[in-house]
């Protein structure tokens, strides 16, 4: 029980609310919150449904207040604040411990001598959530009179209590709650079988105003909303017995709590099966794998019904093309879900248009976003990686037209003027009012990192996916020389990056301003990227058979690609990751916070980004030989997993010490990266 916590951390409210849980369904649905039972964020809640899976999420359930009664005394286990900033009532008081059980939250009440234990887990595949009460200890019988405060809105919005003219239908084992005509129904239902252990109340039109979510309101943003009271449940427990309340959308979801939570049980064991590097990591490793499938969801298309995607981030992300290609190996392959990882590469390839994939699918639907420049660049990437692991020549010729095309498409030119520049090989990408790369924020019209020319890390990356075409060619026995010589222009231009008078790499060259010699971290690719013997994760391929080694030729010179790596250690390098900018920069920005301006203004301009951690740790370790340092890069992450986010890694953190962590508290490229990166150490012995 890595991730655990006593009286210290659950009694203390600034301590207990600033750590989040997060269970997930597979379909993009999930439910979340925090130690204390206290809504701090409009993304907070028991279901949030995918009624589109993976979109169209929507907060259904929005908590439940219970209240318990043991031996005539009433102990509150939840805990509000409201609007006025009162908190009321003091639930977290009664927490005696919480541990994550797998991925699943698990509080434990103390009531006199008695205990009560709640778990919360979801159904894969299904908008149905699970919560479980157990009395584990108690000389007398405990009852519990739960509220069911209820929505039905779009997961980046608020409510303000209004007309709605809800219905409720009271059924044998609970309720179902309707919005409106045409909503998706709620079935809000217990396990419990007979009178004698439950009994249903209905509150129609009964509003809850002024819940005040903290964390909304230091983002800038709405942080007011009300909650409809749609019904209670009078729960009856005797010691030693159980009861679970599961919601869903489902009208005949499974109702035995007991079977349900031994299939969730089942899924986290088959998950470490398939690693079996990381049975014998640390335990927080183990932690990472779980938390590994919680970003993998459905995509489902008329021609692929199975097809996959990767969310990139809980609780406000939905799936983004750069995110899934970039965290596709540490999420799949470094976990041995060959399968998943097939899945996925299948179903971006469909989404290939003038040689891109999408940058972002719009959470209400409609056409994909193309505007990114690097997705597609990492789309080889993890080919390459996946190919190298499985030595799948099935899916590598069904995917080859599509490459072949991404390849013509660059040399020629596509979408927002990128293409390879003939002179020198090197990637140009960019337009006016437009952010392509990954350092992307964007102000109404104001790109605030632009990075308009040639951005290092996409010729790095296109040297990459060329390799990686020569080497596809010779293995499906395609001619391959007009990749190599593509690859060899692009090697002979990229040393034009070197900037002798700094001693590292120039961030991007041939700007509008000529040559950008910012210093920020898109240089560890050229160091990272071509990867020569340091594998991705399991030493063998699914058939049992050695894995395959690609090597390419280094972009840089031995002492080049030191001093790359020294300037980020020595300038970017946090326990959380690399800084997006030098702190000598007079555009730097330590802190991250308030509103929208002025949290994007800093996102890229010095804010630490979690998931370059890998991509340094791998060039340290390609530079300096030294597994068990490479390691202790990687250790400040073990201790991440028990803030922000509990067993998960976050987003973002700030530049400035004590580098608090910020933005999504579960981000798929960080525990992407860190997986992969303590695999690849743990595979060369180190």
């Not at 179902?176 to 045409?182: K, Q, Y």
């Not at 109340?201 to 749609?230: M, Q, V």
Request: proline share 6%; glycine share 8%; net charge negative.
């Amino acid at each position: 029980m890595v991730i655990a916590f006593g009286r210290e951390i659950c009694c203390n409210l600034d301590s207990a609310e600033s750590r989040e849980w997060l269970v997930t369904n597979g379909i993009g649905g999930y439910a979340s919150g925090t130690i204390a039972n206290l809504l701090t964020r409009r993304y907070h809640g028991l279901l949030v449904a995918a009624l589109k899976p993976p979109l169209a999420r929507t907060l259904m359930l929005a908590k439940l207040d219970e209240t318990a009664v043991y031996d005539d005394r009433a102990y509150p286990l939840y805990t509000n604040r409201w609007a006025d900033s009162t908190i009321e009532p003091h639930g977290y008081n009664f927490i005696e411990s919480f541990h994550l059980e797998g991925t699943m939250p698990v509080w434990r009440f103390a009531l006199a001598d008695a205990i009560i234990e709640k778990r919360i887990w979801m159904e894969q595949g299904a908008n149905t959530t699970y919560i479980q009460y157990r009395s584990r200890r108690g000389s007398k019988p405990v009852s519990l009179a739960v509220k069911a405060l209820v929505n039905y809105r779009d997961y980046h919005g608020t409510t303000s209590a209004g007309d709605w003219q809800l219905r409720l239908e009271t059924l044998t084992r609970g309720v179902c709650v309707t919005a409106f005509d045409g909503a998706a129904p709620l079935y809000l239902l217990t396990d419990a079988e007979h009178e004698a252990k439950f009994r249903v109340s209905a509150h129609l039109y009964n509003w809850y105003y002024g819940f005040d979510l903290a964390a909304e309101k230091r983002r800038g943003l709405d942080y007011c909303e009300d909650h409809l009271h749609a019904a209670t449940f009078h729960l009856a427990l005797a010691p030693g017995s159980s009861v679970t309340l599961i919601a869903s959308t489902d009208k005949n979801p499974e109702l035995n709590g007991g079977t349900a939570l031994e299939l969730r049980r089942a899924g986290d064991r088959q998950l470490l099966q398939n690693c079996p590097q990381a049975r014998e990591s640390p335990d927080w490793i183990e932690h990472l794998v779980l938390a590994a499938d919680q970003f993998i969801v459905s995509r489902p298309l008329p021609e692929e019904p199975e097809g996959k995607t990767i969310i990139a981030g809980y609780p406000w992300f939905s799936d983004w093309g750069r995110d899934t290609t970039i965290a596709l190996p540490g999420l799949t392959i470094c976990t041995g879900r060959w399968d998943i990882a097939r899945s996925i590469l299948r179903t971006f390839a469909r989404y290939v248009d003038r040689g891109m994939l999408p940058n972002r699918f719009p959470d209400g639907g409609g056409a994909p976003e193309y505007n990114t420049a690097d997705a597609t660049l990492w789309y080889f990437e993890a080919i390459r990686a996946y190919i190298d692991a499985t030595g799948d020549d099935e899916l590598l010729s069904e995917l080859w037209p599509a490459l072949c095309e991404i390849v013509d498409w660059h040399v020629k030119g596509t979408r927002y003027n990128i293409r390879v520049d003939p002179d020198d090989g090197l990637v140009y990408a960019g337009e006016t009012g437009l952010q392509l790369t990954w350092m992307d924020a964007k102000i109404g019209d104001w790109v605030v990192t632009p990075r308009i020319g040639k951005p290092i890390e996409l010729s790095a990356l296109w040297y990459n996916a060329i390799q990686a075409m020569a080497s596809f060619a010779r293995k499906l026995g395609k001619p391959h020389h007009e990749y190599q010589q593509l690859g060899d222009r692009s090697a002979a231009g990229f040393t034009r990056f070197w900037n002798d008078s700094t001693g590292y790499c120039y961030d991007v060259l041939d700007g509008p301003d000529g040559n950008d010699s910012s210093l920020r971290p898109n240089q560890i690719f050229a160091v990272s990227l071509p990867l020569d013997s340091i594998p991705a994760g399991s030493a063998t391929s699914p058939a049992g058979g050695m894995r395959q080694k690609t090597r390419y030729t280094p972009l840089l010179t031995p002492l080049q690609r030191r001093g790359a790596v020294d300037a980020c250690a020595q300038s970017l390098l946090t326990s959380h990751g690399l800084r997006s900018l030098s702190p000598q920069h007079p555009h730097y920005r330590p802190t991250y916070g308030g509103d929208q301006l002025q949290r994007d203004s800093a996102y890229h301009q010095g804010t630490v980004w979690g998931w370059l951690i890998g991509p340094f740790v791998l060039a340290h370790l390609h530079v300096y030989k030294n597994p068990a340092q490479a390691r202790e890069f990687l250790e400040p992450m073990a201790h991440h997993i028990m803030s922000g986010g509990v067993g998960s890694l976050g987003e973002i953190f700030d530049a400035d010490a004590p580098h608090s962590p910020r933005g999504c508290t579960a981000q798929a490229w960080t525990v992407a990266e860190v997986l992969r990166a303590w695999l690849a150490i743990n595979t060369l012995g180190g």
